[in-house]
């Protein structure tokens, strides 16, 4: 598998993008969690890496999205983003992802990583956007990994996403591939899907179109269409991660989870504080999911550190999960993350009622489950768990 994953490496992606990944994405990402640690030694909190969702605008009206594209746009200015970049560069975090709603409709999109060469880009797009020039853009920084939102072969992609989706967006990957760009897949697992996504079949057919990752999410029945019948059961939980220990000795891409550590503990990365959420409006938010906030980027002059630092309620968030679960309390705890959300009189940024429909949600089992652990078996894999993975060394 690592011969053949190393020659797709090769032949499949222009070796300077490949070069521009490994010390922008993997080296200087080492370097983000080194001074991460430090800074959890001196009990400061910031994370080593950013989530900058650019607008709320979407061109798609997928089942079980949290966004609300539908009332008023919201969008990060560039004068905000290039402000919240130069402030984690002083905490040497170097690596942003890029999201929404449909990131490409931001008008200022691939001007970002133009504008910050000595940072890495992931932008997460539903792939209807890659026509040429913004390709050859792509390519031309080198800075960019696109990680396109694709949730099953044509029929499931689109029942969640809508009709003539799936096609749209193999065109996008077409383009990719065909500019040698190092691109992902990102796949959302649910309840239906399970069994084609985490399938030999449907990680050879990204293979053979391009993508050198593939990073499953889990489904959370959030926001307006919350579908829970797209919830992931306890069972179906233990068989993905029997699956994923399968594949990944099998294919020669990145496997990608957030979900566990190399022991097979579950892990929430907004309980560890390896990354926080930046919403349309400049608010601080735990995780894209949860779109609640006390503070804004704008808040103590702008001093970024300093509101992320001093912030009640991300550390009284990091202490309400800890005490709970490993996992996720959107799924696990939502009535008592619906009153935590209350008592701190945090504003709900949603665009909708999201604490109603927080409290009014059902209870149930996540990737915590305690004592059904499965630790990685193969010494790849758990050395990329403890050293590059998600949080470049935050899960070891």
Known sequence: MLAKLAYRLATEVSPRLAMKAG????YKGM???RAY????????????????????????????????????????????VDAMIAQGKRQRAHFYTLL????????????????????????????????KENVDRIRAAGNVTPLVSIDGLERANDDRRGRGVFQSAMRGLTRLRERKILFG???????????????????????ARGAMYLWYYVFRPVGADPSPRLCVSPQQMLEFRRRLLWLRRRHPIIL???????????VCPAARGLGFHIGPQGSIEPCPPLSFARETIRDHGGDLFRTINE?????GFQEFVNQRTRGCVILEHPEELAEYLRRMSATDYSGR???????????????????????EDYWFYRLLKRQLFFGMGGYG
């Open 23 to 26: 010390y922008l994405w993997a």
């Open 31 to 33: 370097g983000a969690i």
């Open 37 to 80: 640690r430090r800074r959890v030694r001196r009990g400061e909190l910031f994370p080593p890496f950013l989530f900058f969702a650019l607008t709320n605008a979407c061109n798609l009206q997928c089942h079980g999205c949290w966004i609300d594209s539908r009332g008023e746009t919201h969008r990060l200015s560039d004068a905000d």
């Open 100 to 131: 929404g709603g449909e990131p490409m409709l931001h008008p200022s999109v691939l001007d970002i990583p133009e504008r910050h060469p000595d940072c890495y880009f992931q932008i997460i797009t539903n792939g209807m956007f890659f026509d």
């Open 185 to 207: 897949v990102a796949t959302t697992v649910t309840g239906e899907n399970l069994d084609e996504v985490v399938s030999d079949a449907y990680v050879r057919e990204f293979i």
């Open 256 to 266: 990608i989870d957030t979900y566990w550590n190399a022991a097979g503990e579950a």
């Open 311 to 315: 912030s009640e309620f991300l550390r």
């Open 353 to 375: 009622d999201a604490l109603s429909e927080i409290a009014a949600s059902t209870a149930r089992s996540s990737h915590h489950l305690p004592g059904e652990e499965m630790p």
